[in-house]
């Protein structure tokens, strides 16, 4: 009887799957050359107060003066991060002005630009909406394309259509961007910049989806079918015995409670001169943590299945270097395990041997992120001599009492890298804040009978830091990227990023390797 009642229960999930609605369905981007239409629906930026030139004018004298005028009644101003949605401003179905402000020449405010489009695009029920761009900038038709494909971002794979629901679709349908570069801009955008985006959607696919369909071994399958067929890509899994002869005690004690057998997955991608020595990503990827033993409060432990973020962003990050044909060589590794209570579980007060030799005595099984992450760094320290190592978890509530839902946290021990990571945060979206490294952390984590210990003491994100760099050889450039806070977002969103899965991590390490990693364009 039961394993009749499995039968069924299987048939049932494979019933269901078939039956799955893709996971993001977004509009299709297409560009053209500078145009009002005739009609339909539209997208146009407003600069700040004063005098409108550009898009905003040719479509006020489209209209009339119908569009300055609704603006002023309605006393919007154009600020920066804000839009005026205007229905039935003839001849157009719906107007959308975009506020840029006084800055609109930037990449930032382009890309911001575009996200808002692209979330209204999201939520429009319109078989097309066209962007308008009168604009001198260049490369703006990209940037704008790409911030709409980031902002139109949806998941809809666990959402029913009901029969009533037989007229169009919201989100469906294209987005047209119209700039002075027309449909020359494609290419760029399909060779620089939508993979990209690719590997953010990825990242945000695999964080938003429920801990019962993505386990170890589910992230490692769809992580293989994500680079299928990709140039200069190898793919190694560590199953359970390969990590037993390796001494990998760390992932493995985290992993022991569960049914689902951890893995370590690396992704090497070789883009770059044969032999030089590539930048590594490596990702907590912890699909599930209800703490182990140490086990955390109901309340909000749903959240837990977005442990794995750093793993989802390591991996989207160099399935976007892959996707445009990056010139560098670089390695993601996603350090996975289900964090689950059980007879078989890790304890407190159990010793851990990793696969350096270093031990650590477990103070809580809560403190598993940096458990798994040790045995990874030493890995691709062993086996691929990386040049930079730059780690990202969603390691500890304490980063986010500090900072918040504004910055992640970035500790280093090497200066220039950390500039660098600064940088590219500014640049792309995904803001740092740097912490402390300060020498009397590791005095917190001293032990009576091991190396040390998985944590104690306070600050909680500072000796989390300073536990996974006694992993790291001192002469390795290395960071460690704390975005606990940065993962999710509950409601709201920003621009370029909806509410839920941020896929932070994936714009950082692409615009950190566009300016600080790949050669210089001779």
Known sequence: MFRSFLLRRLLLALLLSCLALPAAAQREIRFDAYAVPAAGTIAVPMRGEGAQTGAFADVDAATGGALSRAV????????????????????????????VGANASSARTLEDAGGRVGRFAAGSTAPSVELLWHGEEAGAA?????????????????RSQRDEDTGPR?????LVVRTRDGVAAAGTFQ???????????????????????????????????????MQGVTIEVLDVPAMER?????????????????RLLVVRYDGGTRGEAPVAFVGKGITFDSGGLSIKGSDGMWRMKYDMAGAASSVGAVLGLAGRRAPVNAVAVAALAENMPSGTATRPGDVIRTASGQTFEVMSTDAEGRMVLVDAIWYVQDRHRPRAIIDIATLTGAIVTALGGDYAGLFSRHDALANQLLAAGEASGDALWRMPMHPGYGKMLESPIADMRNGGGRPGSGTAAHFIGEWVDRATPWAHIDIAGMAWIETGGTATTPAGATAFGVR?????VRDHVEPAAP
């Open 246 to 262: 390796l001494g990998m005690g760390g992932i493995l004690a985290v992993g022991q409670g569960s049914a689902r057998p951890p």
């Open 170 to 174: 919201a989100g469906e349908g294209t």
């Open 142 to 158: 990209q940037q704008l394309a790409f911030g709409a494909a980031l902002g139109g971002y949806r998941f809809d794979r666990y």
């Open 72 to 99: 002023a009644a309605a006393g919007y101003k154009g600020g920066a991060d804000t839009q005026l949605d205007l229905p039935g401003l003839a001849p157009f179905d719906r107007v959308l002005v975009v506020g």
């Open 191 to 229: 060779r620089d910049w939508a993979p990209v985006a690719h590997g953010v959607t990825f990242a945000r696919d695999l964080v938003t989806e429920p801990a019962s369909a993505l386990y170890p071994e589910e992230f490692v399958r769809r992580t293989r079918e994500a680079f299928g067929g």
């Open 508 to 512: 950082l390490f692409d615009r950190w």
